[in-house]
């Protein structure tokens, strides 16, 4: 951690105020740095996707497959929503939600947006061993992604806060840096009284 930054790590002294949606493309680290995150701070953590694919009882590929990309966002939204109600916690996002409107006046109306920032390079070598993502399953996946990339950065853009990810940073060493971002916030992390 960099020198006069504020320490969150191994300390329950914080207070979360709000929920804090981690947003950001496929491979970006969401869930991984989402739950290193969660247990630095002592808080939950939320998954979006994981939460759809039980309530449809299904995987998202298998959603997509039979229902179509937009029965998905619209579940997706849903999702947020109640998730936002639930309690107050680190929640991932999946990589398309902060491209809805609705999503990201819900996430700003009742929490704060984390935008792991990762560039192209990092994503790929991240995801393209990887059969999980349906957005991928094309003749061209590399291409698929940088047109997702592209498509999709303007809206990340749009998110409360950046945290830029680099190559050589662990797991804790992002999630870490986001706590540092996150304490610079007090109305969503202060001292606990």
């Known amino acids: 951690m960099g020198r006069g930054a504020p320490t969150v790590a191994g300390t329950r002294r914080w207070q979360l105020k709000k929920t804090v949606v981690l947003v950001g493309m496929m491979g970006a680290g969401k869930t991984a740095v989402g739950k290193a995150l969660a247990a ?4 939950p953590f939320l998954d979006s996707d994981v939460e759809i694919e039980a309530a449809a009882n299904m995987k998202i590929a298998e959603i997509f497959a039979r229902d179509g990309e937009k029965f998905f966002r619209d579940r997706e939204t849903q ?3 109640r998730l936002l109600d639930s309690q107050r916690g680190i929640l991932s996002a999946g990589g398309g939600a902060f491209l809805s409107e609705r999503n990201r006046a819900l ?4 929490g704060v947006s984390v935008w792991l ?4 390079k990092l994503l790929w070598n991240r995801v393209k061993h990887k059969d999980t993502r349906p957005l991928l399953r094309t003749a061209d996946p590399r291409k698929t992604l ?3 990339y592209e498509a999709r950065l303007p809206f990340y853009q749009m998110a409360d806060i950046a945290v830029p990810a680099h190559p050589t940073y662990t797991i804790d060493e992002m999630a870490a840096k986001v706590a ?10 202060e001292p606990a009284p």
Do not use: C, Q, Y
């Open 40 to 43: 630095m701070l002592d808080v």
């Open 79 to 81: 999702v947020i929503d």
């Open 107 to 110: 996430i700003g109306a009742k």
């Open 117 to 120: 920032k990762a560039d192209l």
């Open 146 to 148: 940088s047109d997702l």
């Open 180 to 189: 540092e971002a996150l304490a610079t916030r007090p109305d969503v992390l």
